[in-house]
């Protein structure tokens, strides 16, 4: 079982940016797709990104795109979120998330998921 553990979040003004990282305590790294998922209050848990296994193909809602960058290095066993750009409704708490890995990268179905890192982009 994969322990996953975020760093990153916090306070920034809207237009600019924040990396979140996320830790995974699993030697067989390589064997997970990994993904970043948010949950705004009152609203329920969205997918924002997603990357394969060996990090060739991502994946991200489209409100993001273009603004985020997902990306892993499985040397280290770890998986960071690049957000520029920041507007006042990306805020919420991100969530790191794995599941084993699969021929199609998914964007539900995730079977691991962190604490969570609250972002906050004021206006």
């Known amino acids: 079982q994969v322990q996953l553990v975020e760093s990153g979040g916090g306070l920034v003004q809207a237009g600019g940016s924040l990396r979140l990282s996320c830790a995974a305590s699993e030697g067989t790294f390589s064997s997970y797709d990994m993904g970043w998922f948010r949950q705004a209050p009152g609203k329920e848990r969205e997918f924002v990104a997603a990357v394969r296994w060996s990090g060739g193909v991502t994946k991200y809602v489209d409100s993001v795109k273009g603004r985020f960058t997902i990306y892993r290095d499985n040397a280290k066993n770890m998986v960071y979120l690049q957000m520029n750009s920041l507007k006042p409704e990306d805020t919420a708490v991100y969530y790191c998330?794995?599941?084993?890995?699969?021929?199609?990268?998914?964007?539900?179905?995730?079977?691991?998921w962190g604490q969570g890192t609250q972002v906050t982009v004021s206006s």
């Open positions: 998330a794995a599941r084993p890995r699969s021929i199609l990268l998914a964007t539900t179905n995730y079977a691991y």
